[in-house]
């Protein structure tokens, strides 16, 4: 029998989650299995690997956000294992995870109790940017009237594409900083991640107090206010902490 596994719990908070009640991948129940002093969070697996499609991936999630909400976080947080890890027995899991990391992983659950990760993701419209940085700057504004109905040689087109995007990317480095240095102080740690589309500017995740997410969300919509609702925001206040669970991580 192959076992998919979804998170690590401390042994000892098996009972609060006794009697939950939920089906995961395939709609296999999910169960917990001991190996103290941890608990496994597992479903049988009808697949040796499972894609990463949008329904394999929002099954993953809801049985990880059912988790956290299942258990006090300030007893608690389960620590989220990464999506589609099948194993063939719980030896495996002892020999590849529990005894190499055991230590690094009860100081993960310890840093995550009374904590949640959240997450700012922003995205703008280039073009509009652009057309604002050419509104409110003179130089530049004098370097387009200085072209029109000009035919431009290679070293001209190259110029004022490197001062274009040069206002540009002032214009992301202002935001990405009023966002950070108003953000980051309310957090106990910060990662930035990749950006994914090519409007996103931003991508940060932040582990907080779980207790103190109406202020960071008050935070956020000032910063909105901010930049004039220029921004598209995407605010996650509930998401398993994967940015901050990392075994190799010192």
């Not at 594409?161 to 202002?174: T, V, W």
């Amino acid at each position: 029998m192959s076992l998919y596994l979804y998170a690590i719990l401390q042994a000892e908070h098996v009972e609060l989650v006794k009697d939950f009640d939920l089906k995961g991948m395939n709609a296999q129940p999910v169960q917990f299995h001991e190996l103290p002093p941890f608990a496994i969070a597992y479903s049988e697996a009808q697949q040796e690997r499972y894609l990463a499609s949008r329904a394999n991936l929002i099954t993953h999630e809801t049985v990880l956000e059912s988790l956290m909400k299942a258990i006090d976080p300030h007893q608690a947080v389960p620590l989220p294992l990464q999506f589609g890890l099948v194993v063939e027995e719980w030896e495996e899991v002892q020999q590849d995870l529990l005894i190499p990391h055991g230590a690094k992983l009860k100081e993960l659950i310890n840093n995550l109790i009374g904590k949640r990760e959240v997450s700012v993701k922003l995205f703008w419209n280039q073009n509009e940017e652009l057309n604002l940085a050419v509104a409110e700057s003179k130089g530049l504004q004098q370097s387009r009237e200085a072209l029109v109905g000009k035919v431009l040689s290679m070293d001209e087109a190259i110029a004022i594409g490197q001062e274009l995007e040069s206002a540009i990317e002032q214009r992301q480095q202002i935001i990405i900083d009023a966002f950070v240095n108003t953000l980051k102080p309310l957090s106990h740690e910060y990662e930035e991640g990749e950006m994914l589309t090519e409007s996103m500017i931003y991508n940060g995740s932040f582990l907080i107090d779980w207790d103190r997410e109406p202020e960071f969300a008050i935070a956020v919509e000032a910063l909105d206010l901010q930049f004039e609702n220029r921004l598209r925001i995407r605010y996650n206040d509930f998401t398993a902490p994967y940015n901050f669970v990392n075994v190799e991580r010192d």
